[in-house]
């Protein structure tokens, strides 16, 4: 079955506990991207990945880390996690768009974190 | 830069009476539009897209949308809305030549009362 899978979907932490969120994907995307769900604030884009060792910031970028060592994978790094950081983070993965792709994402059930 | 804008936080509707769900938007040049809709506890799903041709455009479980030109508008549509169909909407674009960049909306969510 195609997916795109998260782990863990549920964390409570304390601040400055380094922490990793996994996203795996077997579909042989070549695009991979984080977001945050806040409410009012709709999915605002942490990091994506374009492919294999190419990763570039989003609009949120700050206090998170990225790294794309493999095709499937794309951990989210949370060095020094805060409050400011407790949300719903979302991964998603998709085709490069191009020719008759058009680059529709599919998404992970999402990790709820929270940080004490 | 591309943006879109979800005016409504909340949509009610009745069970089996129309609904629709607003999204306009703002690209620089042509737009690549989508929906998706998350239920509870879930990840967000593909609904539907535009791309080119037909400005109706039909999806998933029975949704439509317009895409209009003029009105930078795409909205949501459903003839007969089910109860099973509350959840938080999401609409996204992005630029034909944007990659993968899709910029979302800040959704609505949809109830639908018995």
């Known amino acids: 079955e195609a997916q795109v899978t998260q782990n863990p979907r549920y964390l409570i932490t304390v601040t400055g506990k380094k922490l990793t969120v996994t996203c795996s994907q077997n579909?042989?995307?070549?695009?991979m991207s984080w977001y945050r769900q806040d409410p009012g604030l709709g999915l605002r884009q942490i990091y994506y990945?374009?492919?294999?060792?190419?990763?570039d910031k989003g609009d949120v970028p700050e206090g998170y880390k990225v790294s794309r060592k493999e095709k499937r994978n794309f951990p989210l790094i949370l060095e020094s996690p805060s409050p400011n950081q407790t949300s719903l983070y979302f991964c998603?993965?998709?085709?490069?768009?191009?020719?008759?792709?058009?680059?529709?994402?599919?998404f992970g059930e999402g990790s709820r974190l929270t940080v004490l | 830069a591309q943006s879109v804008a979800q005016p409504e936080d909340q949509v009610n509707v009745a069970e089996g009476n129309p609904l629709t769900v607003k999204c306009t938007y703002s690209?620089?040049?042509?737009?690549?539009l989508f929906w998706y809709v998350q239920y509870p506890n879930r990840g967000l799903q593909f609904l539907l897209k535009?791309?080119?041709?037909?400005?109706l455009v039909k999806g998933s479980y029975g949704f439509e949308a317009e895409f209009n030109k003029s009105q930078t508008s795409f909205h949501l549509k459903k003839p007969s809305a089910l109860v099973s169909d509350s959840a938080l909407y999401f609409c996204?674009?992005?630029?034909?030549?944007?990659?993968?960049?899709?910029?979302f909306g800040g959704g609505t969510r949809l109830m639908v009362k018995p």
């Open positions: 996204a674009v992005r630029e034909t030549n944007a990659g993968n960049m899709l910029t």
């Open positions: 990945s374009m492919n294999v060792e190419v990763t």
């Open positions: 998603a993965s998709s085709l490069r768009s191009g020719g008759t792709n058009t680059g529709e994402l599919f």
């Open positions: 690209v620089s040049g042509n737009p690549y």
């Open positions: 579909m042989n995307h070549e695009y």
């Open positions: 535009y791309i080119t041709g037909d400005n």
